[in-house]
């Protein structure tokens, strides 16, 4: 084979497969970090029983979905019905394909390899277009279901999804008229020289945004589709098994895509804080220096639940974190701070970036209660609409008035 | 050309948020409310019938399982209905433990019913807090009699033992740190603008309408009703204590929930006061061997968290009751459900069966 094949076909068919590969295991451990944090949050333990500290956990979910019962209503349409799940998921992991997580490609084996699978010029357009089109799975999923309960949750969530698609797209048409791009890399690229993160001049465009990505991916206090306490389950009432993984996958593909693009509009994308400061350099290898403080800080955290020791562990975790970042990185032990990989230090940003996201969402979970529906609908139509507009008005006057 | 339908649906026996084995039938135009009609008799254990082949003995555990979560408020109120039949008086110990019981058991339930509320209403953490709390009580109450739900925890005249030792100095403590563990509640609730706005002009329910209704307890008090048994018809020496009766404004669903929420701080309060001036001396009368109470009959009404829970006993002079009736607070404070629901979204229901605060096992008896 040819090298121009390789490079256009082979590489971006064996990175769809790493996404597709890789995604679900990493989702499945976002859930555990789900239950850990809220465990956390909620006095209690969280799973622990499979593997250290639950560590195997996610595993064994999977593997029980795997193997349980798939069962098919009678009464409902079996093709549909098979079909829902499926049309649910694609969109949410094609979102992924224009996500970069990193800026310049990097040479792997002699071939040049771009940290994403494509940077389209209209990535925003193909984003908002393709996350509206998950929700049919979700309405088929519903009607097909043949069940009251999964009916009401489909035409609650189709009604939601529609209203919130609206303040989303206009609060992200600030960000492309500041950077004067609808592709993704561009936009961090354009960050760079604007010398600032977005999040700044377009703090009200980013409020709107995350409030309908929330709405938008079904999350709590939004998440009025699966409202258990009213509707049982929503439109998944009747799923079970692997159909029923696959809404789930979908659902926590969206948190990641939405925060991604988030954090890719707003915060930066892969950019180190201060990325011309000089005197933040040494924050191109704050990768070598962060991933051990956090990793061990954590073990640390998770020792000190078992033994009960306070926060000793955690502390300990953190100082033995900061001696070993610091061999890394300052005295560059192993010879990876001289190397000095790009593409690392910007996944790990990115990363870093996503997951504060992440947690975020997890945080509302433990805090809010639900939105009703006439409540939802009068925040997204009388609220986030005028002020998302309203951005967009005062973004362009300002642009022509201070240049 | 387009023509709509009203679309009938069950919610219940089995669905997460109808506390128990309550069906309701529910009749919706899109998401509200057009017609509801509650389904009871799914709990039916023939109580009531039972006791009329109990010896007076034996019939206070079968109280324990009616308000199953109040199982101590209803041991309280049989043994008081018994204790007036038979014109005993109980000592002023026993009658200070049974108030301090009493009491912890209101704080108790009241901890599930704001735990499950929040549950229903989409706050999650709110539940784990409140069942930490509600851990400690039933920590005290298993110290005190050994069963950590139904309790049987007194006995005709009195108590069957006195409190164990330190266990006193333990009700001081939990009284002590309980105030600060409900102010995290209120933060998580009490201003939280989705719960207000979830909570507010809901199932509005006008003091005309709960008294029309029979609705009693903390219910009938959210409308702005000053009716409390405590002090209406004091029982167990609640006249010696002094304690506010919260009321509400507008008998919506967040009074209800400002009502119990300030209930159980003037719990914590009567508490205070009956370890503090706690008589000495025996915790049991003297009552004689055979419970055989004279001919006649009996009303003996008492608060319980979720209101005015009456015993009503016939007696023939038997070892046995006659007939045994039970009021039950949830039975009727539920009929006051429908009537709160019409119009509103089904989001509201469980909202409002949340603030009315039922028990199946008290309601089907």
Known sequence: MDTPLIQTVLIPALQVLLVIAILPLGIAYLQLVERKVLGFMQVRLAPRRVGWHGLLQPIADAVKLLIKEDIVPDKADRFLFTLAPIVTVIPALAGLAVIPIAGAPFTLFGYTVRPFITDLNVAVLYLLAISSLGIYGIILGGWASNSKYSLLGALRSSAQMISYEVPLGFAIIGVLMLSGSASMVEIVNSQKTAHVWYILPQLVGFFCYFISAVAETNRVPFDLPEAEAE??????????????????????????????????????GWLRPFPNAAGSAWLENGWLFFTPLILLGFVGWLVDQKAGTGLNGM?????????????????????????????????????????????????????????????LMSLGWK?????SVLNVLVTGIAMVLFG | MFRTEEMDINMGPQHPST???????????????????PVIGYLHRGV????????????????????????????????????????????????????ILAELQRIASHLLWLGTH??????????????????LILDLFEAFCGARLTYNSMRIGGLLEDVPAGWLDRVRHFITIFPGREKEYEDLLTVNRIFVGRTKDVGVLAPQDAIALGVSGPSLRGSGVDYDVRRAQP????????????????GDTYDRYLVRMEEMRQSCRIIRQALDRLPEGEVRAKVPKYIKPPAGEVYHVVESPRGEQGFHIVTSGGEMPYRMRFRSPSFVNLQALPSMCKGQLVADVVAVIGSIDIVLGDVDR
Not at chain 1, 383 to 387: A, F, G, R, S, T
Not at chain 2, 19 to 37: A, N, P, Y
Not at chain 2, 235 to 250: I, N, T
């Open chain 2, 48 to 99: 009531e019938k039972l006791c009329e082949h109990r010896t007076f003995p034996m019939i206070e555990p079968l109280t324990d399982r009616l308000d199953y979560v109040a199982a101590i408020s209803e041991n309280l109120g049989y043994c008081g209905a018994v204790e007036k039949a038979m014109g005993v008086v109980v000592p002023p110990r026993a009658q200070y433990i049974r108030v």
């Open chain 1, 231 to 268: 509707l049982v389950a929503g439109f998944h009432t009747e799923y079970s098994g692997m159909k029923f993984a696959f809404f789930f996958l979908a659902e926590y593909t969206n948190m990641i895509v939405v925060s991604s693009i988030a954090t890719i509009l707003f915060f930066g």
């Open chain 2, 19 to 37: 506390h128990g084995v309550l069906r309701l039938k529910l009749t919706l135009d899109g998401e509200s409310i057009t017609d509801m009609r």
């Open chain 2, 118 to 135: 929040a549950l229903d209403l989409g706050a999650m953490s709110v539940f784990f807090y409140t069942f930490r709390e509600r851990e």
């Open chain 1, 315 to 375: 502390f300990t975790g953190l100082a033995a974190g900061a001696v070993l970042g610091f061999l890394l990185g300052r005295f560059d032990v192993g010879g990876l701070a001289s190397a000095s990989v790009p593409v690392l230090s910007g996944a790990f940003w990115f990363s870093l970036k996503v997951s504060i996201f992440l947690f975020v969402y997890i945080w509302f979970r433990g805090t809010y209660p639900r939105y009703r529906y006439d409540q």
């Open chain 2, 235 to 250: 029982y167990s020496s609640y006249e010696q204590f002094e304690f506010d009766v919260p009321l509400g404004r507008q």
């Open chain 1, 383 to 387: 609220w986030l609409i005028p002020l």
